[in-house]
């Protein structure tokens, strides 16, 4: 089963100086049961990390449409974490990256900055505009 951890930070959060910070964790398994005892199991995971993920504030999920993970068994949760133990740089640090991106053509391929990994999580600065 391939499984994929990713983090998406609010970029208008990282642009301001907020101490704190809205985080959308997804965590995907491909082409595993989609039962609550699977389910369970993906979000102690998920408690891994993010141990101040409660039942009623993760969302399950299949995905039906997608390039890259139509079939895979997501689990979501948002909430808020400290910009300092998420490791994300300060406004002044994302306006510098956000100069780089778009400065070079390598860079500006990518769709989203990407940030530095958050304890095996892809960190990437990107707005999910929905609550699970």
Known sequence: M???FYLYVDPEELAGDHA???????????????????????????RETFPQAKDDD???????????????TLIA???????KKLGVPDAKGYAALIKKMEASPIE??????ALPEYKGWSVTAYRIAYNY
């Open 20 to 46: 704190e910070i809205t985080v959308s964790a997804h965590y995907m398994i491909g082409y595993c049961p989609q039962t609550i005892a699977q389910y369970a199991v993906m979000a102690a995971t998920l």
């Open 77 to 83: 949760w948002q909430g808020k974490m400290s910009r």
């Open 58 to 72: 993760i969302g399950c999920h299949h995905i039906t449409k997608s390039d890259r993970h139509k079939g895979f």
């Open 108 to 113: 500006q391929s990518r769709s989203h900055p």
């Open 2 to 4: 391939s499984k994929h």
